[in-house]
Every structure is written in structure tokens, then in C-alpha cells.
């Protein structure tokens, strides 16, 4: 069982940066895939970024390629989302996740474990 804590949400103008953080709960954290998944007021949640379980790979949505980064420390069990250039569109509730199985999955909206997610707000 993985608990996923996210923090770092916020209110942010158009065209400014966050970075979101995830914490983990557990001593195999650098065994799991990790991502960032968003739900935006209305629409399905829909996946963002993820990161093999090293660190070396990397998956983005052609949504914020460029724009959003996604790196781990595996030292600290923690995950991060650097947010930058954000739009009023990028507005949504951000969730941490977690999957035992291989990263690539996330890319089609699947974890295993999921956090309560931090909400970011982008104002035009």
C-alpha cells in the first residue's frame, strides 16, 4: 500500500509557475512509477506526466510538453510537477498516482494508487 500526499497548489496568473510536490508513505517508493494526473471542473481526469521508477524516463501529454517538468527523489520519497507558462485551461485539481506496473501504463490513465489531489487555479 502506497499513501500519496500532494501539496503545492494554488491561485497563480496566467503565464506563472507552481511546483507541485507528492509524498509518500513507505520504504519501497523508488519501486513505483510515479504520475500526475488533472481533472478539470467538468471533464474526465486525464494524465499529465510520469516517471519511470530511476528517474530516466519521462512520459508527458502533448498538452504540456515544454511546459510542465515531472522528476522524483527517490532519497526523499517524493515526487514533483514543475508547472510553468500556465494557462487558464491548465485550472484543475492535480492528483499524485502511483502503479506497480510498468510506467507506460499511466499514459493511458491507469495507477493503482491515488492521492487527494491540490487544486491549481490559473487567472487570466
Known amino acids: 500500500q502506497v499513501q500519496l500526499v500532494e501539496s503545492g497548489g494554488g491561485l497563480v496568473q496566467a503565464g506563472g509557475s507552481l511546483r507541485l510536490s507528492c509524498a509518500a508513505s513507505?520504504?519501497?517508493?523508488?519501486?513505483?512509477?510515479m504520475g500526475w494526473f488533472r481533472q478539470a471542473p467538468g471533464k474526465e481526469r486525464e494524465f499529465v506526466a510520469a516517471?519511470?521508477?530511476?528517474?530516466?524516463?519521462?512520459h508527458y501529454a502533448d498538452s504540456v510538453k515544454g511546459r510542465f517538468t515531472i522528476s522524483r527523489d527517490n532519497a526523499k520519497n517524493t515526487v514533483y510537477l514543475q508547472v510553468n507558462s500556465l494557462k487558464p485551461e491548465d485550472t484543475a485539481v492535480y492528483y499524485c498516482?502511483?502503479?506497480?506496473?510498468?510506467?507506460?501504463?499511466?499514459?493511458?490513465?491507469?495507477?493503482?494508487?491515488w492521492g487527494k489531489g491540490t487544486l491549481v487555479t490559473v487567472s487570466s
Open positions: 513507505g520504504r519501497t517508493f523508488s519501486s513505483y512509477p
Open positions: 516517471i519511470s521508477r530511476s528517474g530516466s524516463s519521462t
Open positions: 498516482a502511483a502503479t506497480f506496473r510498468d510506467v507506460a501504463i499511466m499514459t493511458n490513465g491507469y495507477a493503482d494508487y
